[in-house]
């Protein structure tokens, strides 16, 4: 019984079509684009593994939601399921809905920071980073030594370093630090857990301090799985009772539904300040709208009420995160190197270690997203020095990142385990001709965030 294979717990009732390209139309496509994925029509991409954000597929019982969203302007019934789903989840009592993660950022950092304050995290995700910023205040990463490792195997890689924050509250002061977030999973870490033994050390130091503790709780589904399989104490519980004591530990949380929400838009912002809540309620219908839709229609919430709960079924979470490790494990096994162990939504491949003649300034990460689409038709990411570098503007000299990394992220119930075994055919056949891979230099770009628009050209 053990051994049989984990499959993918649904039956397909709608289908979508998915093209094939010969290889001359993706030189031609490629080179259009600039060599950069982002600027790819997604008609011409096979298997598209840009991102797991709002690329899911809803269940039957989500368009049935859709059907019964209540599309009141105030006071509308899906808000009301909404809200009870979340308190029964994270125990939150105020409720926020927003159109999609950033836009909870910025009401709860605008409602809680000043100039000069100081917000710790695991690892701030870029649009949480660009949000504390935004208000003038200071995103500080806090990641254990573990999580800066790629190939170091540690179960909870995207715990925060309990002992820097202690060290950071005293340097800047508590009265300097409006709340502590810890990202679950670590998503700009490589998607790796945060272990339910840190999040209640991390709680306990906030509350020494009276300082809130947020969870930006993306992924805290795929969290639970982790700490279910992986910490003591937990192999007996559900993921809906380990997602409550997580959230005990806290004061409130941020929210982008396109990922565990299992929908295609969505947000929210939740805590149990009730203060606080009037004032975040006030911006809220500023720039999104009214308190009781926040920016979206009724069916959204509806739909989202329903993927908030079947994201925590065990068979779902058990597919979702074999299969995420399924495809690091073969491509571990074909000799690619990648991030390990495998995250919850992605896997990273270490394209520093796999292209070594390319140095970072040729953008290694980057040709091998071009490569993957050139081969098979994958569009991946990279997460390297053209997203995090930069290039100065009168020397032409290029800042470099730490890691060069592609990222392939699993969209949501998406693609089968023949879609996945395609793609480890397609990596492998790129790693044996890796040494043929040449570099790219920047023809054109725009910072800030220039990866999404930047175009190259072969080295
Ligand atoms: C996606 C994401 C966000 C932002 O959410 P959007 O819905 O894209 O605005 C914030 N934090 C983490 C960890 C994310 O993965």
Known sequence: MGSR?????????????IRMTTREQRERCLEQAGYNPFLLHADDVLIDLLTDSGTGAMSAEQWASIMRGDESYAGSRSYYRLAEVIKDIFGFQYVLPTHQGRAAERILFSSMCKPGDVVPN????DTTRANVEHVGARAVDLPIAEGRLPAILHPFKGNMDAGALIALIAEAGADRVPLVMLTVTNNSGGGQPVSMANVREVSAICRRHRIPLYIDACRFAENCWFIREREEGYAGKSPREIAQELFSH?????????KDGLVNIGGFLAGNDEALARQESRLLILTEGFPTYGGLAGRDLEAMATGLEEVLHEDYLQYRIASTAYLGRHLSEAGVPIVLPPGGHAIYVDAAAMLPHIPARMFPGQA????????????????????????????GEETLASMELVRLAIPRRVY???????????????FAKREQIAGLRIVWQAPPLRHFTARFQPA
């Open 416 to 430: 089968t385990q023949s879609h996945i075994d395609y793609v480890c055919e397609v990596m492998t056949d790129v």
């Open 122 to 125: 695991n690892t701030h995700f």
């Open 250 to 258: 806290a004061d409130g949380c941020t929210m982008s539904a396109k």
């Open 368 to 395: 091998l997203a071009a490569e993957l689409y050139l081969e098979g038709g994958i569009r991946a990411i990279e997460i390297g020095s053209v997203m995090f570098g930069s290039t100065n503007a009168e020397t």
């Open 5 to 17: 294979s984990i499959i993918e717990p649904f039956r397909i009732k709608s289908v979508e079509p």
